[in-house]
């Protein structure tokens, strides 16, 4: 069937019936439940979700997420997406001017406006690495793969909270960033923050759990608003050197630092001030690093140290030893990683967002208590690289182990991203956080 034989039909239908009685208007962050609807802004069409869990608006019906951009049907232009949540409800995240009483009036032939800004097209593209991190990165179509600087997701993050990477640039121009999550069930959400717009998610945008290593994996199409004066990325740095790591030695208790940054300061890659700060764990250990400021928005970089020099590193080698980043993840602006650290050393890095930006920060590393090895016992909570031992029942020297791995919990050989329930063994997962529920 044609484009233009399905808008005959479109015209002809009448509206789809609320199950709810009069439908409400759509807006960004309703959510849509099996069996309600809402209405578009200024006009009668309704985007529904069926008993099935389906959504349907205009002529598109979808499972997993609806992208009806910029589309024109009947003269009427619709900006309208909408995306399935996994448990039968959808999320409004865009329906055009939610306040408009009328239609946009369509173009004409005489009146039609040329379009003020540019779009480019293309796809994020996404691998799974031996160490459990997935890169991303952006092609353009007919492009080159464009790799940002902080690139890497961690293999243990916190579950629905979004991490976003550097400035992703084309041709000295800013695009936007690469952003993404971790689910419930172990898929990795990812989308697009343009410079100017709303978040852009892809149709095919979940990263599976069991992705074969090093293979690179490609979302669907989408297409980036541009600026109409892009915004361009940092000149060339003058202070190239490399950053000096200050040594806060083997934390045993809070331990603060307060900084400045400064035109002193190295520069990293994104030509951004940081200040680098190296400690240690003598055993596995939650750590809490925080770094607040009042004058600046923070931005917090957990690393690998270097193996030549503990005195200093080349700011281009931060992002490769990264192994987790934090934007607003404390109060307001500043910065917070909670993450259980195998014994060694580690360095945190004190960034902030704005290049050439100035300011004030306070930097704290904490130990938390972790249950960690030993008996598994009802009650206890363990996090990600944590472990406890279980008696197997008729084997007298017999034990299994539980671990966390990432946000998985593995025993016996089998492991779950929400509950584990094996041989009279019972675990459950909430937030980061492992439960035991049962030992046999």
């Known amino acids: 069937m044609s484009l233009f034989t399905l808008l005959l039909v479109l015209s002809a239908m009448p509206a789809l019936v609320s199950a709810q009685g009069t439908a409400e208007t759509c807006r960004p962050g309703l959510v849509v439940d099996r069996g309600e609807s809402c209405v578009y802004p200024g006009t009668s069409q309704e985007f529904s979700v069926d008993s099935s869990g389906r959504g349907r608006f205009l002529f598109f019906t979808a499972g997993t997420g609806i992208s009806a951009r910029n589309t024109t049907v009947n003269g009427v232009v619709y900006d309208f997406v909408a995306s399935a949540q996994g448990d039968g409800t959808w999320l409004i995240e865009t329906a055009g001017d939610s306040g408009a009483s009328t239609p946009p009036p369509a173009a004409t032939p005489d009146t039609a406006a040329t379009p003020t800004t540019a779009e480019l097209e293309g796809r994020i593209e996404a691998r799974r690495l031996s160490s459990g991190r997935v890169e991303f990165g952006f092609r353009p179509e007919d492009g080159e793969r464009i790799l940002p600087e902080r690139r890497f997701f961690p293999a243990d993050v916190e579950t629905d909270r979004w991490l976003v990477s550097s400035d992703v640039a084309s041709d000295g121009d800013v695009l936007g960033q690469i952003t993404a999550r971790l689910l419930d069930d172990g898929r990795i959400e990812f989308g697009f923050n343009p410079v100017e717009g709303e978040r852009i998610l892809p149709r095919a945008r979940f990263f599976p759990t069991d992705a074969q290593t090093d293979r690179w994996l490609v979302s669907s199409a989408i297409t980036i608003p541009l600026a109409a004066e892009p915004a361009t990325t940092a000149p060339e740095a003058e202070n190239t050197?490399?950053?000096?790591?200050?040594?806060?030695?083997?934390?045993?208790?809070?331990?603060?630092?307060?900084?400045?940054?400064?035109?002193?300061?190295?520069?990293?890659?994104?030509?951004?001030?940081?200040?680098?700060?190296?400690?240690?764990?003598?055993?596995?250990?939650?750590?809490?690093?925080?770094?607040?400021?009042?004058?600046?928005?923070?931005?917090?970089?957990?690393?690998?140290?270097?193996?030549?020099?503990?005195?200093?590193?080349?700011?281009?080698?931060?992002?490769?030893?990264?192994?987790?980043?934090?934007?607003?993840?404390?109060?307001?602006?500043?910065?917070?990683?909670?993450?259980?650290?195998?014994?060694?050393?580690?360095?945190?890095?004190?960034?902030?967002?704005?290049?050439?930006?100035?300011?004030?920060?306070?930097?704290?590393?904490?130990?938390?208590?972790?249950?960690?090895?030993?008996?598994?016992?009802?009650?206890?909570?363990?996090?990600?690289?944590?472990?406890?031992?279980?008696?197997?029942?008729?084997?007298?020297?017999?034990?299994?182990?539980?671990e966390i791995r990432g946000a998985s919990g593995c025993y016996g050989g089998i492991c779950s991203g929400a509950s584990v329930n094996l041989n009279g063994f019972r675990a459950s997962r909430s937030g980061t956080t492992w439960t035991i529920d049962a030992v046999p």
């Open 241 to 402: 050197h490399d950053c000096a790591i200050t040594a806060l030695g083997t934390i045993t208790s809070s331990v603060s630092q307060g900084g400045r940054w400064s035109s002193s300061d190295c520069v990293l890659s994104d030509g951004t001030y940081a200040d680098v700060y190296s400690f240690g764990v003598s055993q596995a250990t939650q750590v809490v690093i925080e770094l607040a400021s009042g004058t600046a928005d923070s931005f917090l970089i957990l690393a690998s140290p270097p193996a030549s020099d503990p005195s200093a590193i080349d700011p281009g080698a931060i992002d490769q030893s990264a192994i987790e980043w934090d934007d607003d993840g404390g109060d307001g602006l500043d910065s917070r990683i909670s993450r259980t650290l195998e014994a060694g050393t580690y360095l945190a890095i004190a960034n902030l967002h704005g290049v050439g930006e100035t300011g004030s920060y306070t930097l704290t590393v904490s130990p938390e208590t972790t249950e960690s090895g030993g008996a598994c016992r009802v009650g206890m909570t363990l996090r990600s690289g944590d472990f406890c031992t279980v008696s197997v029942p008729g084997i007298s020297v017999g034990t299994d182990r539980f």
